[in-house]
């Protein structure tokens, strides 16, 4: 192998980034099943050691039966996105435009209102492309900026959405079974 020939190789090896092997797809009607498991699973991991278990059983029976999930794959103001890595399904995300949002509906905008990755892919630069994907829709659709919510208990995860670019604009109440909790909420600029 020549000189070029071994640098190009080792180059190849050093700089292949994660990110060339997870692929970011629509989620079909017929995912509800996995989107269900998923959304379940990645909800407890998240936030199942501080809050009660009637909070989080509340809102999983709300938020993550297979008819609440149904109506909102079937809902054009809602995508949804599964994160792909070595044939298996790693996270998803939720985007909400028009009526959907939880906030500022009436706005050029685009919601995150979903990023979650099971714990054997984190650190997989999954919530990146998750962000790059909201961001490549909002251009896409003509929106001003994408907006979202974080838990303000969740240092982790502002200081990803800061280092992404998100500025922090306002807070709301977040509901969690019979709980109100602070969401910082956060935006990043796309025109």
């Given at each position: 192998m020549s000189g070029f020939g071994r640098f190009f190789f080792i180059l190849n090896v050093?700089?292949?980034?994660?990110?060339?092997?997870?692929n970011i797809q629509p989620v079909a009607i017929t995912d509800v099943d996995v989107l269900r498991t998923i959304s379940i699973q990645t909800f407890i991991d998240t936030y199942g050691a501080v809050n009660t278990p009637?909070?989080?059983?509340?809102?999983?029976?709300?938020?993550?039966?297979t008819e609440q999930l149904l109506k909102e794959l079937q809902d054009e103001t809602i995508l949804y996105y599964f994160a792909w890595f070595d044939q298996q399904v790693a996270g998803f995300l939720r985007l909400n435009t028009g009526h959907s949002q939880t906030e500022l509906k009436g706005e050029r905008s685009l919601e995150i209102e979903r990023i979650y990755v099971l714990?054997?892919?984190?650190?997989?630069?999954?919530?990146?492309?998750?962000?790059?994907?909201?961001?490549?829709?909002?251009?896409?659709?003509?929106?001003d900026?994408?907006?979202?919510?974080?838990?303000?208990?969740?240092?982790?995860?502002?200081?990803?959405?800061?280092n992404y670019g998100f500025k922090a604009f306002g807070r709301h109440i977040f509901k969690l079974g019979d709980d109100d909790q602070q969401d910082i909420l956060m935006k990043f600029q796309v025109l």
């Open positions: 050093l700089v292949t980034p994660f990110m060339e092997w997870i009637e909070n989080l059983e509340q809102h999983i029976i709300t938020h993550f039966s714990k054997a892919f984190q650190g997989k630069k999954i919530g990146k492309l998750f962000c790059d994907k909201a961001v490549s829709v909002a251009r896409d659709r003509g929106f900026f994408v907006w979202l919510g974080v838990w303000e208990e969740n240092p982790k995860a502002m200081g990803f959405y800061e």
